[in-house]
Nanobody
Framework: QVQLVESGGGLVQAGGSLRLSCAPS????????MGWYRQARGKQRELVAA???????NYTDSVKGRFTISRDNAKNTVYLQMNSLKPEDTGVYYC???????????????WGQGTQVTVSS
C-alpha cells in the first residue's frame, strides 16, 4: 500500500512564504510526474505545478514567478516553495504522484490527504 505523506501547510500573512513537501510512504518501482493541486472552497481542484521525471516543470499562470516546484529523486520527495503568498492562494493543497508499483505494472495516480494553506490579508 502506497500513501503520500504531506507536510508544511499552515497560516501565513499575505506576502509570506511556505514550503510544502510530499513523499510516498511505500516503495514504488518508478515515479514519473509529481505535482501539487489545490482546491479552494466552492471551486474545483486545479493543477498548481508539476515536475516530470526529467525535471521539466509547468505552473498555472497565477503562481508563475512566485512558486517553485522541485523534486529530490534520491528521497522520492517533491517540494513546493511558495513565496509572495496572496489570499487567493488559500485552499487545500494535494500532492499527486504518478507512479508504477511493484507487481502492478500500470501507472497509477496517488494522492496525498491534503494540507491546508491559509493566507490572511
Amino acid at each position: 500500500q502506497v500513501q503520500l505523506v504531506e507536510s508544511g501547510g499552515g497560516l501565513v500573512q499575505a506576502g509570506g512564504s511556505l514550503r510544502l513537501s510530499c513523499a510516498p510512504s511505500g516503495r514504488l518501482f518508478r515515479i514519473n510526474a509529481m505535482g501539487w493541486y489545490r482546491q479552494a472552497r466552492g471551486k474545483q481542484r486545479e493543477l498548481v505545478a508539476a515536475v516530470t521525471s526529467g525535471g521539466s516543470t509547468n505552473y498555472t499562470d497565477s503562481v508563475k514567478g512566485r512558486f517553485t516546484i522541485s523534486r529530490d529523486n534520491a528521497k522520492n520527495t517533491v517540494y513546493l516553495q511558495m513565496n509572495s503568498l496572496k489570499p487567493e492562494d488559500t485552499g487545500v493543497y494535494y500532492c499527486n504522484v504518478k507512479g508504477v508499483r511493484f507487481g502492478f505494472w500500470v501507472e497509477t495516480d496517488y494522492w496525498g490527504q491534503g494540507t491546508q494553506v491559509t493566507v490572511s490579508s
